[in-house]
């Protein structure tokens, strides 16, 4: 099943590898609480509501700074670590990272009150405490867990990439490079506007349980790399020239046109929530639904449809699907498919908390004045 799956490349780890890329996780992440808790960082005002205090949240936000020193430290293998070992022991550290995942989860629900989720299965699921920081605030777990995985994903496309090369050498394809910068860019641009994290879904109403634990460690920091298990062993597919150039040139253009509309939307939406007035990038005038004390946008790009960012992560997905160009690989397919599933199925559930929070009435407005869910004219 192995070979027939083609990652047996995976599995070729001594007893001492295997045991070392277990526990890899979990030095990963005691060394990631290390820097945030050691590097200085700026403390800003979030969107939530600090229920002692009825003021704005405060966070302390390092991330660009410790994605620049993480990218140092892995290029120049100042940990004595080969630049292939994260991809090399990618299967040993998904396990490795559950448990510690199931660990984590265990000690930050069990140790809050139970609120409003009672049953215990449930609550190591969702979770109990939205919020949960450490040290007078200078770590926030949830602005952890994104630094943490989106760093670990970025290195996990370069490890894979540094595997590809030492396997083939000339004969590389350069798609899985440009695959890796992609992940390399993607979360730089997260880390330049860290901030605008702290407007959105997950850091306002997600809990800390199990989902957005493993979520945040595992899937997104290793499993977001799935089409490279695959296609590492692949060499350049051997494209003439003209078409290499049309291949890697359309692909890069798809990807940032999918990033700008993801980026683009949510820039406009945190605009919006801090300056509700204010132009955004001043051209596009704030057109709103007033809902009592709360505002539903509805210009702009939250104009063309509902979860327009959604729709730029599909392409953005889409672009990576491409990148590798063996088109036909089920590999290359799994990033867009669970990406696709994911955000179709969370819109979902977005129209229902969104009908909750702002009433059914105004959110039926919404709806007939922005009649697409993600794609316009389509969805």
């Known amino acids: 099943m192995i070979e027939w799956l083609g990652i047996g490349h995976l599995f070729e780890l001594s007893r001492t590898e295997a045991i070392a890329g277990f526990l890899t996780p979990l030095a990963i992440f005691v060394a990631f609480f290390l820097a945030q808790l050691i590097l200085p960082g700026k403390r800003v005002p979030g969107y939530v509501i600090n229920a002692e205090t009825g003021a704005p949240r405060n966070y ?18 100042l940990t004595g670590i080969p630049l292939d070992w994260f991809y090399r022991t990618s299967i040993y550290s998904v396990a490795g990272g559950t448990v510690f995942a199931i660990l984590f989860t265990i000690v930050a629900v069990f140790s809050q009150p139970r609120g409003e989720v009672k049953n215990p299965l449930l609550a190591l699921w969702f979770g109990r405490a939205r919020e949960l920081s450490f040290f007078n605030n200078r770590i926030d777990v949830k602005m952890y867990l ?6 670990m994903l970025a290195l996990n496309a370069l490890s894979g990439a540094a595997y590809h090369y030492k396997l083939f050498g000339e004969d590389s394809n350069p798609g899985v490079f440009l695959y890796a910068a992609f992940f390399v860019f993607y979360i730089l641009d997260y880390c330049i506007f860290e901030r605008v994290q702290l407007y959105t879904f997950d850091l306002i109403h997600e809990r800390l349980g199990f989902k957005l634990l493993w979520g945040c460690l595992v899937v997104y920091g290793w499993l977001f790399i799935l089409p490279l298990w695959g296609m590492a062993v692949y060499p350049d597919p051997g494209f003439s020239p003209a078409w290499k150039n049309v291949w890697l040139i359309g692909t890069g253009a798809l990807f940032l046109f999918g990033w700008g509309i993801s980026r683009g939307a949510n820039l406009q939406k945190y605009s919006f929530k801090r300056w509700p007035d204010r132009k955004f990038l001043g051209l596009i005038e704030p057109v709103y639904i007033e809902a009592g004390n709360r505002k539903i946008l509805c210009s702009g790009l939250w104009g063309v449809s509902r979860h327009f960012n959604y729709m730029g992560e599909g392409i953005l997905a889409l672009s990576i699907a491409l990148v590798f160009g063996y088109f036909a690989n089920p590999w290359v397919w799994t990033y867009f498919v669970f990406i696709v599933s994911m955000f179709s199925w969370r819109q ?25 869910r993600i794609i316009p004219g389509i969805y």
């Open 348 to 372: 979902h559930d977005d129209d229902i908390y969104c009908a909750e929070k702002y009433g059914p009435e105004k959110w039926a407005e919404y709806q007939t004045r922005v009649k697409y």
């Open 60 to 77: 302390r936000l390092n991330g660009l700074l410790v994605y620049a020193i993480a990218l140092i430290v892995w290029a120049f293998e």
């Open 146 to 151: 994104y630094v943490v995985g989106g760093a």
